[in-house]
């Protein structure tokens, strides 16, 4: 045990708040965010109309995710990727997902981590156990439940550091006309106070009320309205001041324009 | 209560084309009338158009500027330009946004669009697209036919109606018209105030296929045009 885990575990043990972080350490970067739809073609097309996006082209032959059970298109908005998936047979955990909640909605938000080990340390001491602690192509994937965090929330560590399996840096991405990036987004939780702060000792953020900043995105936590938890809005930055303000319900997620 | 005080309008109509400058003069020919207002909204929304108004009802004629435009998959599929779409106005979006989910309808577009409610129904559905504003002024919204100064025509008056081509059974697309947007409904025909939209079979093309005009004219009554693949028909 390293000294930056074992503080951690320590915390947790007398039952006191942790450090959000050890000096130096790098916050997590919001890299993407995962919709899920029964229908992956009509919420890809709203959103390439609505941010002016040019559609991904698709690679002859089956995708990469079609031997996990779902299909999935990537975009990237700015920094931003998005990535859109359906389900392909009824056995396929999104299928519950997408019943529970009652249809379509933001999944997951994706983040990176700088160190993998001291992540794990901080879930240990806040009695969080990942639901997925795996390799995933060559790099740790770190998940925690939605039923915690509204939504899942996973991590990698990717490396290199500044390019991974979506590949945003040389991926056939085109570039949005309407927005420039996704700046943060809205999380639906029962206690969005308490969500808050553990997002921020967890996953090296600073909390504010009720919103947890990442570097340059903001996760805000609000309180479930009727069945929609997990990721319900996403914050774009408007090419144009006179877009600012508008909205677009698309997939079960709200695309704010800020 | 607002929407039984306040009927749905039919605001406007949208024909697309591979081709502005052509589709534009071979109208302004026929309706005697001088160039609308052009926008070039290609570098944020892919696309230009001209606005022409006709009476109190405005005709978009939009062109896809970037190859990866929705318009030039439309095109593809339709073969070619031709009535993309009706344009209406609601007086109350959460409502009608309502009503749409209770007729168990997808909307295309369900968002605020500078400042204005927009909602969009699949074509799959209505032949053409169905677009509804809730617009942020009592009568007016981007187009803005009340500031600008819009040529007239010499031919027409006024558009009175439109024929929309549909694959479903005419008479239960337009009662459901009539449900969503609260309009009378006279078999396949709904009345929105002072228009009639008008639901016919398709025969091998679906959507916005004739425009009814005014005749200022009477000795014109019963001349037609087909342009941009739509019949402009004299009444």
Not at chain 1, 49 to 68: D, I, M, Q, S, W
Not at chain 1, 226 to 240: F, I, M, S
């Amino acid at each position: 045990m390293d000294r930056r885990t074992m503080l951690a575990a320590t915390g947790a043990f007398l039952g006191t708040p942790l450090m959000a972080a050890v000096p130096g350490e790098r916050p997590t970067r919001i890299r993407h965010y995962v919709i899920a739809t029964h229908d992956m073609p009509f919420v890809c097309d709203q959103i390439y109309e609505v941010l002016g996006l040019p559609p991904t082209p698709r690679k002859p032959g089956p995708g990469v995710t079609e031997a996990y059970g779902f299909y999935s298109t990537m975009m990237r908005v700015g920094t931003t990727m998005l990535e859109i998936v359906q389900p392909i047979k009824p056995d396929h955990h999104l299928n519950a997902w997408l019943a529970e909640r009652g249809g379509d909605g933001g999944y997951m938000v994706v983040a990176q981590t700088y160190d993998d080990r001291a992540l794990i340390a901080r879930a240990g001491a806040e009695w969080l156990k990942p639901s997925r602690d795996m390799m995933f192509k060559g790099q740790h994937m770190i998940q925690f439940d939605d039923r915690h965090f509204g939504a899942f929330f996973e991590l990698y560590q990717y490396a290199p550091e500044d390019n991974w399996w979506g590949d945003p840096l040389n991926g056939p991405y085109g570039d949005a006309r309407v927005a420039s990036d996704v700046i943060g987004g809205d999380v639906a939780v029962a206690d969005p106070a308490a969500i808050a702060a553990q997002a921020a000792r967890l996953f090296l953020g600073e909390q504010s009320g009720n919103s947890v900043r990442f570097g340059d995105r903001t996760i805000n936590f609000v309180p479930i309205e009727g069945k929609a938890h997990g990721l319900v809005a996403l914050d774009l930055k408007a090419r144009e001041q006179a877009r600012v303000g508008d909205w677009a319900r698309i997939g079960g997620v709200q695309f704010r324009f800020v | 209560m607002q929407d039984a005080i306040k009927p749905h309008l039919m605001r406007h109509v949208v024909l697309a084309t591979p081709d502005l400058d052509t589709l534009s003069g071979t109208l302004q020919a026929f309706l005697k009338i001088a160039p609308g207002f052009r926008n070039d909204m290609g570098a944020i929304l892919g696309f230009r158009n001209e606005m022409m108004m006709i009476g109190s009802t405005m005709v978009e004629l939009v062109q896809p500027v970037k190859p990866d435009h929705r318009l030039n998959h439309w095109f593809a599929e339709n073969g070619g330009g031709g009535g993309y779409m009706i344009v209406f106005q609601t007086f109350d979006a959460d409502a009608f946004r309502a009503r749409a989910a209770a007729e168990k309808l997808r909307l295309t577009r369900d968002m605020l669009f500078r400042g204005q409610d927009l909602i969009q129904f699949e074509p799959a559905r209505f032949g053409t697209h169905l677009e509804t504003y809730r617009y942020s002024l009592p009568n007016g919204w981007w187009g803005d036919p009340v500031g600008r100064d819009y040529p007239r025509s010499g031919t027409a008056s006024g558009i009175v109606g439109a024929d929309v081509a549909v694959e479903a059974p005419p008479a239960e697309i337009a009662a459901q018209v009539g449900r969503l947007f609260q309009s009378p409904v006279d078999g396949a025909r709904v009345r929105l105030v002072d228009k009639t939209i008008r639901f016919v079979p398709a025969s091998g093309r679906r959507g916005l296929i004739a425009i009814d005009l005014t005749a200022i004219d009477p000795a014109t009554r019963g001349h037609k045009a087909t342009i941009g693949a739509v019949e402009w028909r004299l009444v």
